[in-house]
């Protein structure tokens, strides 16, 4: 790990007259959940190493509004997205970056109705472009050549979306084993936590679905379960664990995979 | 003459009383909230071609949808025949369209035959699958009762429409073997049709010409009246699906998956809170329609594709097989969801054109055909609305339901109402200060 993050507001941007590029979304999770925050800063680390000019919100930033949706609560939706979308357009926000497919999604489709038009992108194909551009070399650190990596498509990148192949890209670039679940892409298994399930005890049944899912993942025996979604990331940890397989496998956001196999 | 007007009147009385329970099914749909489905007419079109015409959904399981395709092909191609039936029926003539086609005419019908084996071979396959091997999704607890007994019928009447097809053509020939045939004789000693020619003198070469008659007349009479059944069952039955496949994905939501319905009501009441200016107390203008109920908890308050979804249902369980929920043993069946709306809907149109339009009858979908633990079960995977073969999103239905629940009734699940509390408080699902949202930058 090296040198200090920059991670500038987009506040102290405007105040020096700056515009950037691209608003980097951080998201709820990525700013308060422990294991989320490494995702943001192997987000962030990516940018700084590529000189993307970004800022944050940082504590301008709210919810987006995707879990009340979700769980029925248009008004609080609503509301959220209409306070966002007055701070995003107070700063003419015209490209966004996400670190989660929930807010991804919500920011792309369904702020537009409401008066909120941005680009928006997931971080995985933000960080895929940059390779792709040759400004991002993956190669200097910890190297997962040979390594069994399975990638878990987030239904709201996937399905909602139709993002499937950008963070399989990005696997590919590590020149790693990429081995694929029977039900990936389109036909891809949650993970359990969306529609509000994250935030509630399941309802009656037989079987957690991460633990579904999980077994299906480790059925592969991979090294590592990639994922692009903070929440599928606690579902699929908790998974493993349940299953008490951490020493074998490990569940990593793309991007951090990337940024360890860059050194960043 | 007798048989030219019970011709007659069985055609009257079928198309009648099929347009009769069509008009009951589009009054049903149109009970539904509006919404615009008009746009993007050619993008439309094309879903509609691919998704219903081709079938193309369905391909993702290559065998099941190879047998359907002969089912549907033979049923299609059919309809050709029947417009001669049709046409004979009225005039009295026989195989009326043969002079005029010649070799085309021997072409079509051979064409017909081939299909009718390979739908022959479908169906059996298709009534041994649902009956003998154990395949979960047919075998679900909403599968139990009529709907099990409507999917076997329906291949019933399809094996029975096949027999007559080929009770009709198999005499027929051998009675043209004989020169005894009513069709016009065009200087050849067999129609040619590609199965018939074989079937029917090995079947029925023994029987006498009055013999042949008969049969060949049973058949043919067979036929019609099969199709006349069948027309008028559709309504009653899933298999309104072969009409309906098509307006449905026609109405598709074009839009990405993930972006649910905004509710325009609720933008116009935060649009009012949010403004400075806005009078509080200021009296709502008075020609304003009385406000709709915040989502669904009857049919009614579901748009018109919603029921329209309903309505075209194969009950096919696919939605369901691919259920995260219901994979792990939970109540919720988006097929179930689909079924309820259609049943609903049924029972409520029924009560309102005996009744009047503000019939209530103390019922409404939820609760009474859904329950709450199914609504909160929804991951909101969105994997029902990607597999269905003819584009129904049953997810679109549960939110509906769940903003009724929430907005209008606010039963939320407790830890729901925890995390809902603290978004609207401190800007997150968890019980964080927004002031708090940067210090990961500082953490290590
Ligand atoms: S969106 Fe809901 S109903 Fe549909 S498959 Fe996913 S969990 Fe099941
Ligand atoms: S909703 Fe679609 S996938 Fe589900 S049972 Fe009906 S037709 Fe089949």
Redesign the pocket.
Known sequence: MSELMKVPTMAEMTANGEVPEILFWVGCSGSFDDRAKKITKAIVKILNKCNVKFAVLGTEESCTGDPAKRSGNEFLFQMQAMMNIQVLNGYEVKKIVTGCPHCFNTLKNEYSELGGNYEVVHHTQLIQSLIEDGKLTVAGGDTFKGKKITFHDPCYLGRGNDVYEAPRQMLQSLDAELAEMKRCRTKGL?CGAG?AQMFKEAEKGNKEVNVERTEEALGLKPDVIATGCPFCNTMMTDGVKNKDKENETQVMDVAELIATAADL | MISIIIFAILLLVGFGVFALNAGKIRSNILMGRDVNRSDRKSERLKVMTLVAFGQKKMFKRPIPAILHFFLYAAFVITQIELIEIIVDGITGDHRVFRASLGGFYTFMISFIEILSVLAFIGTAIFLIRRNLLHIPRFRMSEMKGWPKLDGNLILILEIILLICIFTMNGSDEVLYNRGASHAETLGDESFGFAISQFVGPALFSGLSDSALITLERIGWWGHIVMVFIFLNYLPFSKHIHIILAFPNTFYSKLTKKGQFTNMESVTNEVKLMMDPEADPYAAPPSDEAPPERFGAKDVQDLSWKNLLDAYTCTECGR?TA?????QTGKL?S?RKIMMDTRDRLVEKGKGIRKNGKDYDDGKSLLNDYITEEELWA????????EECPVNID??NI?MDMRRYLVMEESKVPTELAGMLSNVENNGAPWQFSQDDRLNWKDEN
């Open positions: 949650c529609g | 939605c691919a259920c995260p929920a219901n919720l988006p929804c991951t909101s995977c969105m994997a029902c609305v049953p997810l549960i």
